[in-house]
């Protein structure tokens, strides 16, 4: 299994030819077969259907290709409850917790995510990556 974990960005960078570095970038981390959770796909999906106006008949068939090209990991009572401490400790958005959490308890050591300080260690054993400043 990948120890490699991604947030919601990379999914969507994947779909975004404005900005076609990242794209490529976003691309080659998909295609890795990353970790993502349920937390990742919802933010994705708020984004296509609300900012990007995708009907849902494309979000649904998206949403279905990415559980095919990754590895989808449902997120636990035991996440939500390790996602609360990390909001508190690190003092991270809870959205980002439950992202950073579910990494964790999938024994993930990289995090990929533009959003998130780049850098940053979780734990003694999450790094925080953005990808796109490789």
């Known amino acids: ?3 490699i974990a991604i947030d919601t960005n ?3 960078y994947a779909l975004d030819d ?3 570095e990242k794209q490529n970038t ?3 981390i998909i295609a890795d077969k990353p970790l993502f959770c349920s937390q990742t796909v919802s933010e994705f999906a708020n984004v296509c259907l609300r900012k990007w106006k995708f009907p849902k008949s494309k979000v ?3 949403i279905k290709t990415y559980l095919q090209q990754g590895i989808y990991v449902p997120v636990s009572e035991q ?3 390790k996602a609360a401490d990390i ?3 690190y003092d991270f958005q809870l959205f980002d917790s439950i992202i950073i959490s579910f990494a964790l308890e999938s ?3 990289l995090l990929y995510s533009e959003d998130m300080n780049n850098g940053q260690i979780i734990e003694k054993q999450l790094t925080i990556v953005n990808p796109f400043t490789i």
Do not use: H, R
Request: one cysteine or more; a neutral charge.
């Open 10 to 12: 990379i999914l969507l």
């Open 18 to 20: 404005f900005y076609p």
């Open 87 to 89: 909001m508190n400790k």
């Open 107 to 109: 024994g993930c050591s």
């Open 1 to 3: 299994m990948s120890n």
């Open 26 to 28: 976003a691309i080659q």
């Open 60 to 62: 649904a068939e998206l």
């Open 79 to 81: 996440m939500i409850v």
